[in-house]
C-alpha cells in the first residue's frame, strides 16, 4: 500500500522569503504521480503543481517549484518570493497511474509572516 | 462550467439518521471520488467510482454507501449516522487515470456535525 509522509506540521516563513515544505511517499509502482494542493481557509482544494515519476525534470509553476528525488522517493515544495496569499494547509499526495487513487499526507499548515 | 458542486454545505445530524450528500461535476469526467478531513489525518479516501455503474472501496469505506447511476452524480449516503462520521467531506472527479487525466478537481466540501 502506498503512503505519503508529511514531517512538519507547521512551518512559517518571512514574507518575500523562500520555504521548503518536505514529502516522503512509499510505493512498489513505477508509473505514479505527485500533487502538491493547497487548501486555504476557505477549505477549496487547489492544485498547486504536479509531477510525473517518469520525467527526470523538476516541475516549476511560477514561484512554486518541486524537488523530486525517485530513488529517495522524497518530493519537496519550495515557494520562492512567499506572499501573505501563500498561507494555507498544504498536502502532498500521491496517486497511481492505475487507479488513480489519490493519497493525502497530513498536511502542512504554512504560516507566512509580514 | 460549474466544476464539481456539493451540497449542503453544512449539516448537522442526529446518531441514527440518515442522509444523502450530493456531488455533481459537468466536466464529463469519468472518474469521481468521496474523501473525508479530519483534523491531523489529511484526506482519505472513502469510495471512489471510475464510470457510471462501477464504484469501489477506499481507505474508510464502513458506514457509507455510494452509487454512480449516471457519469455527473455521485452521491455519499450515511445510513446511520454516528458522532465518528463528524467531518468535512470533499467530492473530486478527474477525467480518468493515467497521464493528466489523473488531476482530480474538487468540490467546495460539506462540513458534517453529528451529535
Known amino acids: 500500500a502506498q503512503t505519503v509522509t508529511q514531517s512538519q506540521p507547521e512551518m512559517s516563513v518571512q514574507e518575500a522569503e523562500t520555504v521548503t515544505l518536505s514529502c516522503t511517499y512509499d510505493t512498489s509502482e513505477s508509473d505514479y504521480y505527485l500533487f502538491w494542493y493547497k487548501q486555504p481557509p476557505s477549505r477549496q482544494m487547489i492544485l498547486v503543481i504536479r509531477?510525473?515519476?517518469?520525467?527526470?525534470q523538476n516541475a516549476t509553476e511560477n514561484r512554486f517549484s518541486v524537488n523530486f528525488q525517485k530513488a529517495a522517493k522524497s518530493f519537496s515544495l519550495k515557494i520562492s518570493d512567499s506572499q501573505l496569499g501563500d498561507a494555507a494547509m498544504y498536502f502532498c499526495?500521491?496517486?497511481?497511474?492505475?487507479?488513480?487513487?489519490?493519497?493525502f499526507g497530513q498536511g502542512t499548515t504554512l504560516q507566512v509572516k509580514p | 462550467n460549474a466544476g464539481v458542486t456539493q451540497t449542503p454545505k453544512f449539516q448537522v445530524l442526529k446518531t441514527g439518521q440518515s442522509m444523502t450528500l450530493q456531488c455533481a461535476q459537468d466536466m464529463n469526467h469519468e472518474y469521481m471520488s468521496w474523501y473525508r478531513q479530519d483534523p491531523g489525518m489529511g484526506l482519505r479516501l472513502i469510495h471512489y467510482?471510475?464510470?457510471?455503474?462501477?464504484?469501489d472501496q477506499g481507505e474508510v469505506p464502513n458506514g457509507y454507501n455510494v452509487s454512480r447511476s449516471t457519469t455527473e452524480d455521485f452521491p455519499l449516503r450515511l445510513l446511520s449516522a454516528a458522532p465518528s462520521q463528524t467531518s468535512v467531506y470533499f467530492c473530486?472527479?478527474?477525467?480518468?487515470?493515467?497521464?493528466?487525466?489523473?488531476?482530480?478537481?474538487f468540490g467546495p466540501g460539506t462540513r458534517l456535525t453529528v451529535t
Open positions: 467510482s471510475v464510470g457510471a455503474g462501477i464504484t
Open positions: 473530486a472527479s478527474s477525467p480518468g487515470t493515467g497521464g493528466r487525466r489523473n488531476e482530480q478537481y
Open positions: 499526495a500521491f496517486s497511481s497511474s492505475n487507479t488513480g487513487k489519490l493519497i
Open positions: 509531477q510525473e515519476a517518469y520525467k527526470q
